[in-house]
């Protein structure tokens, strides 16, 4: 987007490969920022869909004087559309951390990936964004840096599009995330998407590659995958989850103003609140809705102000005044969740179909009992005792209790 920003305060170290975090007992007195790379494994993340050579990266800010023999909570921050990884150190938005005793991650989405794995006309090929950021990215991150165990000590956030990613990702991984944060977020792209179809051919990445609208990404918009991937039609898969929930309703923010001397593509519908007013906030009250009914424990602003930095910049210092790391439930022992997804860890649960699912399936849990929807396929279901249990779809199935096995 080409904003202009001030020198940024956090001290930047040279990009590494591979390693760990190691160093001094105890780091720099001040924050400091470092990129890594996540390389993805062959096909998840093809190479075109990046603007910059080589693997996917990350930048990491570890906090003020940083101990890797000291365990951090994780904030997981996922930047919007037409940005990459370092949209945040670009925009000196990483400065508004400096005081978060914890490590913040922000991955690599492409600029135009949504946060999913494509549906490319049922064949569910690469660019297969939620399967690195799940298993590929929140891995190498656990086993690279310090960071403390429990869903209380991991949070998930974005803006615009990261928006769309933190809520969709948080109920992916209920267990993992305990708290979930959506800034200006993209959180109902079936409501979307008959606006944008025309309006991605200034910043997607799927115009980049010849598509001018969601098909590629989530098939028909009132199909069955475009439904598993829009965290309004999901929003009890966060019902356990803590939900902090900003939007803006129209123009400025008279300090945006200047601004708009940028001439960018698409700069003056940000900045003049086009996509706030029309976009964001509509999508943003149906999805409040949503959460309020499926009884999830949100914290929901509205101010006034568009979608830009300056007001991304008020929507972060809120979020971290709610804080990122309070409390939540641990266990649970009744949850439901809806996917569309081939594999996936839901609490204490591991499941994978043998065949990807051919509609929404909701798997529901109360007690020892597990109920798990027509899926079009039979699925593997494995224990957090390591229990395997193989059965066929609609089914209901107990759970077993540790590692007590049928």
């Known amino acids: 987007m080409g904003l202009v920003v001030g020198t940024l305060m956090i001290t930047a170290a040279t990009m590494f490969v591979g390693g760990g975090a190691g160093g001094a007992a105890t780091g720099p007195s001040s924050p400091q920022l470092v990129t890594i790379t996540i390389p993805a494994p062959a096909g998840e993340v093809p190479p075109q869909w990046l603007n910059y050579p080589g693997p996917p990266r990350a930048d990491v800010l570890l906090p003020a004087g940083y101990n890797p023999n000291t365990r951090y909570p994780l904030l997981v921050l996922l930047h919007g559309l037409d940005g990459n990884y370092d949209l ?6 990483v400065n508004d951390f400096a005081n978060l005793d914890a490590i913040v991650v922000m ?3 492409g600029p135009g990936g949504w946060f999913a794995d494509w549906w490319n006309n049922g064949e569910r ?10 298993d590929t990215v929140i891995p190498t991150i656990m086993a690279r840096y310090p960071i403390l165990s429990g869903r209380q000590y991991h949070a998930i956030a974005g803006v615009s599009m990261g928006g769309l990613g933190a809520t ?5 991984l209920p267990g993992f995330f305990g708290s979930v944060a959506s800034l200006s977020g993209f959180v109902d792209p079936q409501l979307a998407a008959p606006v944008l179809q025309p309006a991605m051919a200034f910043e997607s990445e799927a115009t980049t590659h010849g598509d001018n609208d969601f ?9 069955f995958y475009a439904d598993g991937h829009d965290p309004t039609r999901l ?3 966060l019902q356990q989850t803590r939900v902090f929930e900003s939007t803006g309703t129209t123009v400025p923010n008279p300090g945006n103003l200047g601004l708009l001397a940028d001439k960018s593509p698409g700069i003056e519908e940000l900045v003049n609140g086009t996509w706030e007013e029309g976009i964001i906030f509509p999508m943003n009250v149906i999805y409040h809705h949503a959460l309020t009914a499926a009884g999830v424990d ?9 979608h830009d930095i300056p007001d991304f910049t008020n929507e972060i210092h809120a979020m971290l005044q709610w804080g990122l790391f309070k409390p939540v439930t641990t266990d649970p022992s009744t949850w439901t969740n809806d996917t569309v997804a081939t594999s996936g860890q839901l609490w204490d ?5 043998v065949q990807p699912p051919s509609r929404v399936v909701q798997f529901r849990r109360v007690g020892s009992s597990l109920s798990i929807s027509a899926a079009g396929s039979s699925v593997t279901l494995t224990t957090s005792g390591g229990c395997v249990i193989q059965t066929a779809t609609p089914a209901t199935v107990t759970v077993p209790n540790g590692s007590s096995c049928p």
Request: hydrophobic share 30%.
């Open 215 to 223: 098909d590629p990404i989530y098939g028909p918009p009132t199909g």
């Open 88 to 93: 945040f150190a670009q925009y000196g938005l």
């Open 168 to 172: 969709y990702l948080g109920g992916r």
């Open 235 to 237: 929003a009890m898969n």
């Open 298 to 306: 949100v914290t929901y602003q509205v101010h006034s102000g568009g």
């Open 349 to 353: 649960i591991g499941y994978r179909f």
């Open 107 to 109: 991955p690599e989405g």
């Open 125 to 134: 090929g690469g660019p297969a964004w939620e399967t690195y950021e799940l």
